[in-house]
């Protein structure tokens, strides 16, 4: 019976021994994979610190060259997209894991970045080639002259900004709705369907063909800064009007003025009318308010408003709601600008266009009323 318990109890030192051993072995090659790979990881770090950085300039033939853009605000994992998408590399986490541990992780140029067709860039060296090109500055990018009317609305921007293939409506509407913009003109601005509007400055830009609608609606923004400075700001407090208010008049002298010395004596009249204590003089009934609603419904501007288009059920409807509409129906130019803000001295309440770009100014209902028929201005 000793004899058995003895044997017992030596097989059990034998397993355990074995157990021990085994776990041991384990152990050891797990901790040599590891050390294996922080010198491996060690090497590569070390050799990006050290390299000269003067390897990235590389020269392909044109056969051989392919271009990548990188559109402007693109983080390291849109990148990493743009070049799987290009069939350049296959792994995406590997390249934003890479370009962390290397120090190149938001350091990468937007524009247009050349690399090799022919070579692979699939492999540590390939990624590491990729991530000092992507970080260098990149070729001239083509660009283009866009000059945007004045008096054009949001629509008709993205339109010529379209034709022009610098955005795709989506893009665009949706950098000027989402995107923030640190302009302390653009703060508590209410929610409508387009936000900028009125905001988009018309002038002539050099667009990056790259760039992306975030970079064209930064330097439209930014023109807009530019333009109503200071004195604009305090004037508006004085005439106890906001930006908003200012601009969204502005937009629609724009519209109806077409010749440069009725813009202030338009203003004048807006002006005359919300001041008025007559609430029917409220109305500003302005044609360019209809115009709107029809573009941004119907994409058309109609020649000739009719009685039945100003009964037409819309927030801009400025026959059917008092005061101004609620945001702006175009771009205006610094000149509507000035008029919002510096309305001529005038008892005019009414205007009709002329025919020939001018208009006629009125005092009372019934003259007004004699100019519409002079001028065959009659709704109908």
């Not at 409508?192 to 609606?217: K, M, N, Q, S």
């Amino acid at each position: 019976m000793k004899k058995v318990n003895r044997s017992r109890r030596s097989n059990y030192i034998v397993k355990r021994m074995r157990k021990f051993y085994i776990n041991t072995a384990i152990f050891v090659l797990l901790l040599l994979i590891t050390v294996a790979s922080i010198y491996t990881s060690y090497s590569y770090v070390t050799k990006i610190v050290n390299r000269d950085d003067s390897e990235v300039q590389m020269t392909f033939s044109e056969s051989d060259s392919m271009k990548i853009v990188i559109p402007m605000g693109s983080g390291t994992e849109k990148i990493a997209e743009i070049l799987h998408e290009n069939g350049v590399i296959k792994n995406v986490k590997l390249f934003k894991f890479l370009s962390k541990i290397n120090g190149y992780d938001g350091k990468y140029q937007a524009g247009t970045h050349i690399i090799s067709r022919s070579t692979s860039y699939d492999n540590l060296k390939g990624y590491d080639d990729l991530m000092r090109i992507m970080s260098s500055m990149p070729v001239a990018n083509p660009t283009v002259t866009v000059t945007i009317p004045e008096g054009y609305n949001c629509r008709q921007i993205i339109e010529l900004l379209e034709e022009k293939g610098l955005v795709t409506e989506e893009s665009f509407i949706q950098a000027m709705n989402k995107a923030d913009y640190d302009f302390e003109f653009l703060q508590d601005l209410p929610e409508r369907e387009y936000r900028l509007e009125g905001y988009l400055f018309p002038d002539t830009y050099i667009f990056d063909v790259y760039g992306g609608a975030e970079h064209i609606i930064l330097k439209m923004l930014s023109r807009f800064d530019e333009i109503f400075r200071q004195e604009y700001r305090e004037k508006a407090e004085e005439l106890g009007m906001t930006v908003d208010e200012v601009i969204i008049l502005a937009s629609i002298i724009e519209r109806e003025a077409q010749v440069p010395e009725d813009r202030p004596l338009i203003s004048s009249v807006f002006h005359n009318r919300l001041r008025s204590s007559d609430s029917s003089l409220k109305f500003l009934q302005s044609c360019a308010t209809i115009q709107y609603i029809f573009y941004m419904q119907e994409g058309i501007i109609k020649e000739q408003i009719t009685t039945e288009d100003t009964k037409v059920e819309h927030p801009y409807n400025t026959y059917l709601y008092t005061g101004l509409p609620p945001g702006p129906i175009s771009s205006p130019g610094e000149a509507a600008i000035r008029a919002a803000l510096y309305p001529e001295d005038t008892d005019y309440l009414y205007f009709v266009a002329k025919g020939d770009g001018s208009h006629y100014f009125s005092r009372t209902y019934d003259e007004h009323v004699n100019a519409m028929h002079r001028y065959g201005q009659i709704l109908y």
